[in-house]
Each structure stands twice: as structure tokens, then as C-alpha cells.
């Protein structure tokens, strides 16, 4: 094959691979959201911590929510102001505030003390990044600015701190410090990738960083403020964006107004920036069902944060394929927009008159596609139902009679052991007027009077045919032990359910008289293989263990041989020492020398009742403070002998 043909299937090829991959968002911040988020926040406005209330006002600045209490608060930060032991931290929580609020007074806090304070950690070599970042940012937001000459030293110092730990956090740090400082922390820019790397893909649809919201949101509000600065668009790619986006909007169940800001901050950075800003596309809530009733397909198209595009004229499904088979319904649709929300898109997906069932639609605005997915409803109808009784042994042919859904037949039916129950029934699309299959097709029997607050209670499965008609048979003999043997009334339902129909439904379709057997008490008590199980919850029998019986033991004549034969040897020792005569005379008479004799004496002893009686668990109990004590008067007793020997040369 020609070379160039080759490269331009797999051009095709990947185009349409590509065309699967989602290039949107799936979900953005919605109103429930923000109301949520803005509780969280609240707490903070009771100005009782300079953080909280650096986050409570930030938050709302993000939310677009006006504060009630700006003189209060105003207040409060003059008032921490004049506190002396004030931190780098905590001077960057009153200057981020003293600027969000915008309408304080300037005179009333010492600006020219904490412009110093803050520039004299700029200037100190051994400050660490965090608080770098602090003191810079806080400077700036006082409205004022690093002096070129500190501005060299500083970045100098970060470049050099950037060698010995490049960490994600001071990575973070970095890029919003380099931001401030204008065009000497362009450096920072070749960080980017740097950073961007390390980040974790989870599932193909998330991008975070290691340490989680906190981190992530300070590395890409900390990218996208040096880019802006610099005016350089970031290195990230749209996928890369995407997946941001889809981190941060997962994460919308935060609880912890740091957290709110971090998320907000971050959301609001990636839907505003002057650079590639990620797009929604999704369901509306009320588009996700599709039936006759409700034949609009609703998709949303907005920014993370919700708010109308500017630039999308033309929503459209590319394709929308059935789920089951794959079959392709619609094909280049557009969408029509709604004038009284520019954010919504409606298709009526019914006017192709598609099967009930899943579909996938691939939607394009612009440049930027995903996919959806929604669910067909049709409704059912009961097009017959035929019910009745017929021998057992199938000699004779049923006698069936028609009901009407939903009607009840007027008489009911009787039924002995020799009979068996039968129904057929066939049921139908309403719509396309065409035999329907559905999941869920039961026929259930319960006695109309309950027997000692016994209620029988009978569910079975109805079976279809090759032509889709129901059928089910029901010997009444031998289903006699699943009702207990009670003969009395039973209502019939027919119950039919499936996820695609809109209208599922359970209808009593008759009563019917059963006559079982007449049986045993024994056997009316045995219990039935559908209503009765045994009591998993009642306790259990107490597990004993067993242990393994002793074997029999020899009789005591020949045990009492044994021992005798086997204590032989120390009679044959005693009698050499006495025919060789015992030398006693060097055995030093101290106490470490009695304890050793008698503890080793007490040892063999100790071996012996174990022997006879003892167990290994108490023998070794006693071995231990025996051997102890042996082993330390034994090492006193040569000790003794030693030095005794040796002083003797």
C-alpha cells in the first residue's frame, strides 16, 4: 500500500479517536453550590481569628456576594493591627483583607511598621519561601512594591533555594512570589513544565498534585498569575486544563473555609484567565429522561462557574448512538438555543422516533465536544391477558377468559391439586404498537386472609416466547408445600417493570380459590422453600475444642522397670566413687557454690516431674528462675576457682 495512504488512515483514525475523547467538562459550580459554600464561609464573618475572616472575605469576594459588615470588619483589622507580636502570616491575612474590602481607611493602620517588618524578612537570607510568599504578597497588597535591589537578592535567593529542595510546595510559593516581582521572576517561567509533570492523572478525567486542594490550587493560581504577568501563555495543554477543572469541581463537597477558597480561587482562575479557559457541556437536570411527554433534550453550555459563553453560536449532536447495538439515530443535529437562558440548548431527540433505551450523543460547541447520555422511556399497554385453569396432566385444553387492563375479573376462579393455574398475556409498546419485552415480569399470588398472622405471599417469574407472549404455568399440587398447604383465596397481580418504561404498573388481575391436600401436621410445619429461612441472626452452638485423647499408657511394673533401668547409671556412679574414693576436700564450702549444686540438682529434679506430671507451659515457668539462679551462682562459684588458681602461681 501506497506510504502516503497509510498516514492518512491514520490520520482518520485518530481523528476519530480524538473525537471521542471528552474536551469538556462535565459539570460546573451551580447555585447549590455556592449557597453551600457561602455556609461555610459564614462562621467567618463573626471576627473572632484574622484567618477566618481573611477567608470569609475572600470567599465572598469569589462568590460575587456582598459583605453586610465592612465597617465592622474594617474595625477588627485596625484593631489586630496595632497588636505587636503580628507574624509574617498573619500580616498577610490583614493586608490580602484590608485589600479585598477596598474601603478602609489607610491612615488607620501603621503601614510605614509593616512595610518594614515585611521588607526585612525579604532582605533576611535565612527566610524560608512560606514566608517569603507572605511578606511579598502582603507588601503588595499594602500597594506597595520590592525595590529592584531586593527584588535581585530575592530572586537570586529562590533560584538558590530551588536547587537545594524544588518541592511542590515551594514550587507554589515561587510562582506567586515571581508574579510580584514583574519581569525579574521570569525565571520561574522554565518551572512550569517542572511542575505540570509531577502532577497525578487519576482515572483519565482528574489532575491533582500530591498534598491535595490545598497544593494544586496554589500551583495553578501561582502558574496562571506569572503568566499573566509576563504575559506568556502557561504550558499546559487543553486536556491538562480540562482535568484541573474536573479536579476542582469534584471537590465542591469541602468543608473547611480554607479549602472554599481554594477551591474558589482556583475555579474562578481557570474560567477567567486571559488564556484557555475550560467549557461545560452537559445535561440540564430536567434533559436527562426522554418520553413523548418530555421530548427535549436539555444540554448546558457554560464556563466552571456557570455563566453564559460569549462566543458559542452553534451547539451540535454530532451523533447519537443506541447503547445496546450501537445503532447511530441522529446525526449532525442542531441544537436550538433558549432565549431566556443563553446557558441552554434543547433538541427534540423524539422526532426520530427512536427505540426505547441509553443512548450516547456526542455534542459539539465549537471547538470543544463531549458526551452525554439519556434514557428513552415509551409506555405499556397490555395488549391481552388470558387466565385460567387446565388439568395437570394436560389431558384436556385450558379454559382461558380475557381480562382488560386494569379491570378485575368478576368471578373468581377455583383450583384443586389436579389443576394447575394459567396466564398468557402479551404486552406492547404504546407508542409503536409493537410486542415489548420487558426485565421485570412477575406473577404474584397472597391470600386475601391471612391465617394467624401467617399471609402467604407467592412471587414468580413469567417466561416469555419467541413471539414475546408470556406464559405461565402453576401445577397447584405441587406448589403446595411453598403455600404451606393453605387453601384459601389468593389474589393474582401481575407485576411489569423495566428502566424504560415510564408507566410500570401492578394490577390485580383476579382471585382464585385454591384447594391443596390434606397433609400431616408434620408436614405442614416443614418449611416452605420460599417464605421460610432459618434465623441467620439466633445463636449459634458453643464451638468446644477438642484435644487429642492421651494414648494408654504402659502398665506400672514395666514403667517402674524402665526407670529403674534408666537411673541405673548414676547407681553405677556412686558405686565407682566409693570404690575409688571420693575426694571432697577442694569443694569450697561458700553460699554461690551450695546455690549452683542445688540449683542444678533442683533442674534435673524439675525434668523429672515433668516426666511424671508437669506440662511443658509450668515446667518452663520454673526452668526460668532455676536456671537463673544457677547460671549467676555458677558463674560467681569459677569465677572463684579461677582467681583462687591463678593466686596459687
Same mark, same amino acid.
Given at each position: 500500500?501506497?506510504?502516503?495512504?497509510?498516514?492518512?488512515?491514520?490520520?482518520?483514525?485518530?481523528?476519530?479517536?480524538?473525537?471521542?475523547?471528552?474536551?469538556?467538562?462535565?459539570?460546573?459550580?451551580?447555585?447549590?453550590?455556592?449557597?453551600?459554600?457561602?455556609?461555610?464561609?459564614?462562621?467567618?464573618?463573626?471576627?473572632?481569628?484574622?484567618?477566618?475572616?481573611?477567608?470569609?472575605?475572600? %470567599?465572598?469576594?469569589?462568590?460575587?456576594?456582598?459583605?453586610?459588615?465592612?465597617?465592622?470588619?474594617?474595625?477588627?483589622?485596625?484593631?489586630?493591627?496595632?497588636?505587636?507580636?503580628?507574624?509574617?502570616?498573619?500580616?498577610?491575612?490583614?493586608?490580602?483583607?484590608?485589600?479585598?474590602?477596598?474601603?478602609?481607611?489607610?491612615?488607620?493602620?501603621?503601614?510605614?511598621?509593616?512595610?518594614?517588618?515585611?521588607?526585612?524578612?525579604?532582605?533576611?537570607?535565612?527566610?524560608?519561601?512560606?514566608?517569603? @510568599?507572605?511578606?511579598?504578597?502582603?507588601?503588595?497588597?499594602?500597594?506597595?512594591?520590592?525595590?529592584?535591589?531586593?527584588?535581585?537578592?530575592?530572586?537570586? &535567593?529562590?533560584?538558590?533555594?530551588?536547587?537545594?529542595?524544588?518541592?511542590?510546595?515551594?514550587? %507554589?510559593?515561587?510562582?506567586?512570589? !515571581?508574579?510580584?516581582?514583574?519581569?525579574?521572576?521570569?525565571?520561574?517561567?522554565?518551572?512550569?513544565?517542572?511542575?505540570?509533570?509531577?502532577?497525578?492523572?487519576?482515572?483519565?478525567?482528574?489532575?491533582?498534585?500530591?498534598?491535595?486542594?490545598?497544593?494544586?490550587?496554589?500551583?495553578?493560581?501561582?502558574?496562571?498569575?506569572?503568566?499573566?504577568?509576563?504575559?506568556?501563555?502557561?504550558?499546559?495543554?487543553?486536556?491538562?486544563?480540562?482535568?484541573?477543572?474536573?479536579?476542582?469541581?469534584?471537590?465542591?463537597?469541602?468543608?473547611?473555609?480554607?479549602?472554599?477558597?481554594?477551591?474558589?480561587?482556583?475555579?474562578?482562575?481557570?474560567?477567567?484567565?486571559?488564556?484557555?479557559?475550560?467549557?461545560?457541556?452537559?445535561?440540564?437536570?430536567?434533559?436527562?429522561?426522554?418520553?413523548?411527554?418530555?421530548?427535549?433534550?436539555?444540554?448546558?453550555?457554560?464556563?466552571?462557574?456557570?455563566?453564559?459563553?460569549?462566543?458559542?453560536? &452553534?451547539?451540535?449532536?454530532?451523533?447519537?448512538?443506541?447503547?445496546?447495538?450501537?445503532?447511530?439515530?441522529?446525526?449532525?443535529?442542531?441544537?436550538?438555543?433558549?432565549?431566556?437562558?443563553?446557558?441552554?440548548?434543547?433538541?427534540?431527540?423524539?422526532?426520530?422516533?427512536?427505540?426505547?433505551?441509553?443512548?450516547?450523543? !456526542?455534542?459539539?460547541?465549537?471547538?470543544?465536544?463531549?458526551?452525554?447520555?439519556?434514557?428513552?422511556?415509551?409506555?405499556?399497554?397490555?395488549?391481552?391477558?388470558?387466565?385460567?385453569?387446565?388439568? !395437570?396432566?394436560?389431558?384436556?385444553?385450558?379454559?382461558?377468559?380475557?381480562?382488560?387492563?386494569?379491570?378485575?375479573?368478576?368471578?373468581?376462579?377455583?383450583?384443586?391439586?389436579?389443576?394447575?393455574?394459567?396466564?398468557?398475556?402479551?404486552?406492547?409498546?404504546?407508542?409503536?404498537?409493537?410486542?415489548?419485552?420487558?426485565?421485570?415480569?412477575?406473577?404474584?399470588?397472597?391470600?386475601? #386472609?391471612?391465617?394467624? &398472622?401467617?399471609?402467604?405471599?407467592?412471587?414468580?417469574?413469567?417466561?416469555?416466547?419467541?413471539?414475546?407472549? @408470556?406464559?405461565?404455568?402453576?401445577?397447584?399440587?405441587?406448589?403446595?408445600?411453598?403455600?404451606?398447604?393453605?387453601?384459601?383465596?389468593?389474589?393474582?397481580?401481575?407485576?411489569?417493570?423495566?428502566?424504560?418504561?415510564?408507566?410500570?404498573?401492578?394490577?390485580? #388481575? !383476579?382471585?382464585?380459590?385454591?384447594?391443596?391436600?390434606?397433609?400431616?401436621?408434620?408436614?405442614?410445619?416443614?418449611?416452605?422453600?420460599?417464605?421460610?429461612?432459618?434465623?441467620?441472626?439466633?445463636?449459634?452452638?458453643?464451638?468446644?475444642?477438642?484435644?487429642?485423647?492421651?494414648?494408654?499408657?504402659?502398665?506400672?511394673?514395666?514403667?517402674?522397670?524402665?526407670?529403674?533401668?534408666?537411673?541405673?547409671?548414676?547407681?553405677?556412679?556412686?558405686?565407682?566413687?566409693?570404690?575409688?574414693?571420693? &575426694?571432697?576436700?577442694?569443694?569450697?564450702?561458700?553460699?554461690?557454690?551450695?546455690?549452683?549444686?542445688?540449683?542444678?540438682?533442683?533442674?534435673?529434679?524439675?525434668? %523429672?516431674?515433668?516426666?511424671?506430671?508437669?506440662?511443658?507451659?509450668?515446667?518452663?515457668?520454673?526452668?526460668?528462675?532455676?536456671?537463673?539462679?544457677?547460671?549467676?551462682?555458677?558463674?560467681?562459684?569459677?569465677?572463684?576457682?579461677?582467681?583462687?588458681?591463678?593466686?596459687?602461681?
Amino acid at each position: 500500500m501506497n506510504p502516503t495512504w497509510i498516514l492518512l488512515l491514520i490520520a482518520a483514525a485518530a481523528s476519530i479517536s480524538a473525537a471521542d475523547v471528552p474536551s469538556s467538562t462535565n459539570s460546573y459550580l451551580t447555585v447549590a453550590d455556592k449557597l453551600r459554600l457561602k455556609k461555610v464561609l459564614e462562621p467567618g464573618h463573626k471576627l473572632l481569628d484574622l484567618a477566618q475572616t481573611h477567608y470569609a472575605v475572600l %470567599g465572598y469576594k469569589l462568590l460575587n456576594e456582598p459583605i453586610t459588615k465592612i465597617g465592622e470588619t474594617c474595625e477588627f483589622l485596625i484593631k489586630s493591627a496595632g497588636d505587636s507580636v503580628l507574624t509574617t502570616e498573619q500580616i498577610y491575612y490583614l493586608a490580602t483583607t484590608w485589600k479585598t474590602l477596598e474601603k478602609c481607611q489607610p491612615k488607620s493602620i501603621p503601614l510605614s511598621s509593616f512595610t518594614k517588618t515585611l521588607t526585612a524578612v525579604i532582605d533576611k537570607e535565612s527566610s524560608t519561601i512560606p514566608e517569603l @510568599y507572605y511578606a511579598v504578597t502582603a507588601l503588595v497588597s499594602f500597594g506597595q512594591k520590592v525595590s529592584d535591589a531586593s527584588a535581585t537578592k530575592l530572586m537570586k &535567593n529562590l533560584q538558590a533555594s530551588l536547587k537545594k529542595d524544588d518541592n511542590l510546595l515551594n514550587l %507554589g510559593y515561587i510562582f506567586h512570589i !515571581a508574579a510580584d516581582l514583574g519581569p525579574a521572576g521570569s525565571f520561574a517561567l522554565n518551572q512550569i513544565d517542572d511542575a505540570i509533570v509531577q502532577a497525578d492523572e487519576v482515572n483519565g478525567r482528574f489532575l491533582q498534585f500530591e498534598g491535595g486542594l490545598s497544593i494544586t490550587s496554589l500551583i495553578v493560581n501561582g502558574i496562571y498569575r506569572l503568566s499573566s504577568a509576563l504575559k506568556k501563555k502557561p504550558t499546559i495543554s487543553s486536556q491538562q486544563i480540562v482535568k484541573l477543572a474536573n479536579y476542582f469541581l469534584s471537590r465542591r463537597s469541602v468543608q473547611t473555609p480554607k479549602g472554599v477558597v481554594n477551591l474558589l480561587s482556583s475555579i474562578h482562575t481557570l474560567a477567567t484567565n486571559e488564556f484557555e479557559k475550560p467549557i461545560c457541556i452537559t445535561l440540564s437536570e430536567d434533559g436527562v429522561v426522554i418520553s413523548t411527554k418530555q421530548p427535549l433534550v436539555r444540554i448546558k453550555v457554560c464556563d466552571i462557574l456557570g455563566n453564559p459563553l460569549p462566543s458559542v453560536t &452553534n451547539v451540535i449532536a454530532n451523533t447519537a448512538t443506541k447503547v445496546s447495538d450501537d445503532v447511530v439515530v441522529i446525526s449532525k443535529k442542531n441544537f436550538q438555543s433558549t432565549p431566556n437562558d443563553k446557558t441552554l440548548f434543547t433538541l427534540n431527540f423524539m422526532a426520530t422516533s427512536p427505540e426505547p433505551g441509553f443512548y450516547k450523543i !456526542a455534542v459539539s460547541a465549537g471547538s470543544v465536544v463531549n458526551t452525554v447520555s439519556v434514557k428513552v422511556l415509551t409506555e405499556v399497554k397490555v395488549d391481552y391477558l388470558e387466565i385460567g385453569t387446565a388439568d !395437570a396432566d394436560q389431558t384436556t385444553q385450558p379454559k382461558l377468559v380475557k381480562v382488560t387492563h386494569p379491570q378485575k375479573l368478576g368471578q373468581k376462579i377455583e383450583a384443586d391439586s389436579q389443576q394447575k393455574l394459567v396466564i398468557r398475556f402479551l404486552l406492547k409498546d404504546a407508542v409503536k404498537n409493537k410486542p415489548l419485552k420487558v426485565h421485570q415480569a412477575f406473577v404474584r399470588l397472597s391470600s386475601i #386472609v391471612s391465617k394467624e &398472622n401467617d399471609k402467604q405471599e407467592i412471587i414468580f417469574v413469567a417466561e416469555s416466547d419467541a413471539s414475546n407472549v @408470556y406464559k405461565f404455568d402453576m401445577p397447584v399440587g405441587s406448589e403446595a408445600k411453598n403455600f404451606n398447604y393453605q387453601s384459601t383465596d389468593y389474589n393474582i397481580e401481575l407485576i411489569v417493570g423495566d428502566a424504560i418504561l415510564s408507566n410500570s404498573f401492578q394490577w390485580t #388481575v !383476579a382471585t382464585i380459590g385454591l384447594k391443596f391436600p390434606e397433609t400431616a401436621a408434620s408436614e405442614v410445619a416443614e418449611k416452605s422453600t420460599y417464605r421460610q429461612k432459618p434465623n441467620v441472626y439466633s445463636p449459634k452452638p458453643e464451638i468446644k475444642h477438642l484435644f487429642r485423647e492421651p494414648e494408654k499408657r504402659p502398665s506400672a511394673l514395666v514403667s517402674n522397670f524402665f526407670t529403674a533401668l534408666c537411673a541405673s547409671p548414676i547407681l553405677v556412679l556412686l558405686i565407682l566413687w566409693a570404690k575409688l574414693g571420693i &575426694n571432697i576436700s577442694n569443694f569450697p564450702f561458700s553460699l554461690s557454690a551450695i546455690i549452683f549444686h542445688l540449683g542444678l540438682g533442683g533442674i534435673f529434679v524439675l525434668f %523429672g516431674m515433668f516426666w511424671l506430671k508437669l506440662n511443658m507451659f509450668i515446667t518452663l515457668r520454673y526452668l526460668l528462675g532455676l536456671g537463673l539462679v544457677t547460671f549467676l551462682a555458677g558463674n560467681k562459684l569459677l569465677s572463684r576457682i579461677a582467681h583462687n588458681r591463678k593466686g596459687a602461681r
